[in-house]
């Protein structure tokens, strides 16, 4: 009997982990910058208190829906932006000064590099 219990948890124990392993991506996941922009944004650093990451955006293109924790973003060029956060659907349009250094809370954006020039900025994102 003792070795029915433990075959049956164990059974247990791997039909959960096989259902666990085929859930969708939490949506945090989804909305990482890093899987939904990877020709855009790169990973320059990452420990257990925050990450950096690079981005760099051509003329014209569009970052698609991510989203982003508390951090300070650093801009190494000058260049022109057009957002729409989410969920308010709300267009602001900015400029980027190249040295410049912003902080901004937790984000849910797309980001159109709308000027004449390329952007790139580093982001210092706190976890």
């Given at each position: 009997m003792k070795r029915r219990s433990?075959?049956?948890?164990?059974l247990g124990?791997?039909?959960?982990?096989?259902?666990?392993?085929a859930l969708p991506a939490s949506p945090q996941e989804e909305l990482d910058p890093l899987k939904v922009a990877p020709d855009t944004h790169k990973l320059l650093f990452?420990?257990?208190?925050?990450?950096?990451?690079?981005?760099?955006?051509?003329?014209?293109?569009?970052?698609?829906?991510h989203k982003h924790p508390k951090g300070v973003t650093v801009y190494l060029a000058n260049y022109t932006v057009e957002q729409?956060?989410?969920?308010?659907?709300?267009?602001?349009?900015?400029?980027?000064k190249f040295g410049t250094v912003t902080w901004a809370d937790?984000?849910?954006h797309e980001v159109k590099n709308v000027g004449k020039t390329p952007s790139h900025a580093i982001r210092i994102e706190l976890k």
């Amino acid at each position: 009997m003792k070795r029915r219990s433990l075959l049956a948890a164990g059974l247990g124990a791997l039909s959960l982990s096989l259902f666990l392993v085929a859930l969708p991506a939490s949506p945090q996941e989804e909305l990482d910058p890093l899987k939904v922009a990877p020709d855009t944004h790169k990973l320059l650093f990452e420990n257990k208190f925050l990450r950096v990451i690079e981005a760099k955006v051509p003329v014209g293109n569009l970052e698609p829906k991510h989203k982003h924790p508390k951090g300070v973003t650093v801009y190494l060029a000058n260049y022109t932006v057009e957002q729409r956060s989410f969920p308010d659907h709300k267009i602001s349009r900015g400029d980027r000064k190249f040295g410049t250094v912003t902080w901004a809370d937790d984000v849910v954006h797309e980001v159109k590099n709308v000027g004449k020039t390329p952007s790139h900025a580093i982001r210092i994102e706190l976890k």
